[in-house]
């Protein structure tokens, strides 16, 4: 399990000459194990966390630490390799590689690995069981549905057992029934792997299956009265 | 259809090729004959023309003359050069000879009439294997004096074998 | 830490059919152009070449010393130039070659009004003593008097006919008059594979001339040198002769045609960087398309050279693809093709080091066009490329 801890975390950039700060000095701990949903309006700072969270940005100030590491110092090939072990990443639009099966994507995190065959394979298939699409193993992504393909997203994300999963917007793309399947994924995934899990999200439904949820405001977020800057 | 050779030679040998070369003689360069080179003009010399006119197969001549008229004025390699009569003249720079000594503008038929076989002969009444380039302060487009026999006299041919040769200017 | 699969690069091929076959098309293209340059250059520069130990001496014309076509000689000069002693002989003849090289107009339809000019050369029986590399390949040697020729390997692709007809039997128009073919002979690689050989009083009655181009002897190595060849010019001022070795006139000639090569090599330069910016276009558009999945790759956690080497890949297949194809045409098509130029034809020459050059230039233009769409792809801040 992994916890995170941001310290005045900013992040800073320019746009023509107006200098846009989509996180202001933003202080939040997460306990390893924990789900959160973490909601705002549009360019409140939420994927811009989640990417600074998972190495793919760097912050302009501020300290991150995830699992006790300040990832904002690792060179970028330090970084690859950081994210290939920790990190499992859901996007909105899946992003599955139309070329691979559901299988080959689920399996190209693994070959990053000092894996055998077998043992990729025993992973994959466990993976894909979890997220329920073992039966699509051999479709291409444009022969599944959208709840399909980000089932086949969340296998890919899990396949490497990272302790971190982070999701931007996993539902976003999706009907009711899709969306509430993937979310119940989602925190089987949490309780039953212990994977500390961060969800970017608009759809208020997620709040019923995360432990918490954090709001972000203009990159700051906003506690309710009594609560903690502490979650989960 | 030929087959590929499996050898492959570089590019360079490819675009430039190779030339093979004569494999040659194998003879010791001679020295020529140390009272070869004169440090006084000898007198009574004649011109090209004049000589080529009068002397006959085996006659002693002295003949005076430039080298000049050929583009190869020296035999690389052996004792032998052409010598023009001084009315053969030399090109100029913007007349666009290769040599100033070829005498591109006078037509050969002309500079070869006035013109001379000078060579220094060994005992076999062959020409010595080296060339007179440089020896004695001769080169192209100088004056010299030859004194020497008729060796060769025929329609167009005049071979003179040198026993003395008098480079004007020259620092024998 | 390993990279992306093999598979993964050849799937990707498949994405855009379309841009792939053009990818293919034009990497094929640019070899097979880069390997027709190649063998011209080399299909040329070996014409220029004498044949390996080649010790020809040859007597020209004071002053033609550049082109044996211009150069004129007295007939007598074959005489004198077997005075040589240290000639080659064999059975009492010596290896002496008195020739007339000339290019006429030579037709194969009577009805045509313009024939091709095609160099001729007159010779006597002594040549092919003289001329080893020449061989007889089918047929005899003409005879003089009768009308009767001999014709080389690439003299039908200097005519633009079929090689049939220019079979045993067959006739040429030239100079008004019906040539019967009698021999065939093959010279390959050297400029007489694209001559007509025709008994050297034949072709001075038709040149209307009394007089040789050159002369050529052949020395024995040892006994005789080119010094003695210069000596006798030296001697035989009313001959007005210039004596050079038959590889000293080859090299004249190729330092002549160095302007034509440098031409070539030019065009081929262009080509390739023709084929270079095609390819980047390409590869540009190929990848473009695909920043938002390189940034989920790095997501993954895939190092950038691990994307590049896969990237490269696909680049890499399609060019060697292409250069196998454009080699095995370069091959099967251009080699032993006739090219005509000024002083005739030779032939193209596609062999081992030519498809070398050729396929490593494909394969060169294959790197050399993925590496910057893929560095370019690459740079964009994965934040960034997962939104595009």
């Known amino acids: 399990m992994i916890g995170i801890e941001c310290r005045a975390l900013t992040k800073k950039f320019m746009k023509g000459e107006t200098t846009i700060t989509p996180l202001d000095s933003l202080d939040l701990v997460i306990e390893p194990g924990s789900f959160l949903a973490l909601m705002g309006p549009s360019g409140s700072g939420k994927t811009t966390l989640l990417n600074l969270i998972a190495g793919i940005d760097r912050p302009t100030s501020g300290e991150l630490l995830v699992d006790g590491l300040d990832i904002a110092h690792l060179s970028r090939s330090r970084l690859a390799r950081w994210r290939a072990e920790k990190v499992g990443y859901i996007f909105q639009l899946y992003h599955l590689v139309p070329v691979l099966t559901a299988y080959e994507n689920v399996e190209l995190p693994l070959l990053i690995h000092p894996l055998s065959r077998k043992e990729r394979h025993a992973r994959v298939q466990r993976a894909l069981e979890l997220a329920g699409i073992a039966d699509r193993h051999d479709h291409y992504p444009r022969q599944l549905s959208g709840g399909q393909e980000q089932r086949v997203a969340i296998a890919r994300a899990i396949v490497a057992d990272p302790p971190l999963l982070l999701a931007d917007e996993p539902t976003g793309d999706l009907d009711r029934e899709s969306s509430t399947a993937i979310l119940k994924l989602l925190r089987k995934l949490s309780e039953d792997l212990g994977k500390t899990l961060l969800v970017v999200t608009h759809d208020i439904a997620t709040t019923d299956y995360a432990q918490a949820t954090l709001h972000l405001e203009k990159g700051r977020l906003v506690t309710e009265p009594g609560e903690e800057q502490r979650h989960a | 259809m030929r087959h590929p050779r499996f050898v492959i030679p570089l590019l360079l040998l490819t675009l430039i090729g190779c030339a093979v070369e004569e494999s040659p003689v194998q003879t010791a360069a001679p020295d020529l004959p140390p009272s070869l080179f004169l440090t006084s003009p000898p007198a009574n010399a004649r011109s090209v023309a004049e000589v080529k006119e009068s002397a006959a197969l085996g006659d002693e001549v002295v003949i005076a003359g430039q080298l000049v008229g050929n583009r190869q004025i020296f035999v690389e390699g052996a004792a032998t050069f052409i010598l023009g009569d001084h009315s053969i003249e030399a090109c100029h720079p913007e007349e666009g000879c290769d040599t100033p000594w070829d005498a591109c503008c006078t037509p050969i038929t002309e500079r070869r009439a ?54 004007a200017g020259g620092d024998s | 830490m390993r990279g992306l699969p093999f598979d993964y690069a050849t799937r990707n091929l498949g994405r855009s059919p379309g841009r792939l076959a053009g990818a293919l098309v034009g990497s094929t293209l640019v070899t097979l152009l880069v390997i027709a340059s190649a063998s011209f250059i080399r299909g040329m520069g070996a014409s220029l070449d004498p044949p390996a130990g080649n010790s020809n001496v040859i007597f020209l014309g004071a002053g033609s010393e550049e082109s044996v076509e211009r150069s004129e000689i007295r007939m007598q000069a074959a005489d004198v130039v077997g005075t040589i002693s240290g000639l080659r002989t064999r059975l009492g003849q010596p290896f002496i070659s008195p020739e007339v090289h000339i290019g006429l107009a030579v037709r194969t339809d009577p009805a045509v009004p313009e024939g091709r000019l095609t160099p001729l050369r007159g010779v006597r029986p002594s040549a092919f003593l003289v001329h080893s590399e020449v061989q007889i390949t089918e047929g005899r040697a003409p005879v003089a008097g009768a009308n009767e020729l001999l014709v080389g390997g690439l003299v039908s692709g200097q005519l633009g006919v079929p090689d049939a007809r220019l079979g045993l039997g067959e006739v040429l128009h030239i100079d008004g008059r019906e040539w019967r073919i009698v021999g065939r002979m093959r010279a390959p690689r050297t400029v007489i594979d694209a001559e007509i050989w025709i008994p050297l009083t034949d072709l001075q009655v038709i040149a209307q001339r009394d007089n040789l181009s050159c002369v050529i002897a052949t020395l024995v190595p040892g006994e005789a040198d080119i010094t003695d060849a210069e000596i006798l010019a030296a001697q035989r001022l009313d001959l007005e002769l210039a004596v050079m070795t038959e590889s000293e006139y080859y090299a004249t000639l ?69 250069a196998l194809v454009a080699g095995a045409l370069g091959w099967a098509v251009l080699d032993g093709v006739a090219v005509r130029f000024s002083m005739g034809a030779f032939g193209l020459i596609v062999d081992a080091p030519v498809l070398a050059i050729g396929v490593g230039a494909g394969l060169g233009l294959g790197l050399l066009g993925a590496l910057p769409p893929t560095i370019h792809c690459l740079r964009l801040p994965v934040g960034q490329a997962l939104k595009s």
């Open chain 3, 254 to 322: 190729s330092r002549f045609y160095a302007p034509v090569r440098a031409m070539v090599l030019a065009t081929a330069l262009l080509v390739a960087l023709g084929g270079i910016l095609g390819g980047l276009n390409t590869m540009v558009a190929a990848f473009a398309s695909r920043v938002r999945e390189v940034g989920t790759l790095q997501v993954i956690g895939y190092p950038r050279r691990a994307i590049i080497l896969s990237f490269l890949q696909e680049s890499w297949i399609i060019s060697s693809c292409g």
């Open chain 2, 114 to 167: 006035l013109s001379a076989t000078i060579q220094v002969v060994g005992e076999d009444g062959k020409p010595l294997r080296t060339s007179l380039k440089g020896r004695g302060a001769l080169s192209e487009l100088k004056q010299v004096v030859v004194v020497g026999k008729v060796s060769q006299r025929s329609e167009g041919v005049f071979v003179v074998d040198a026993s003395g040769i008098f480079v």
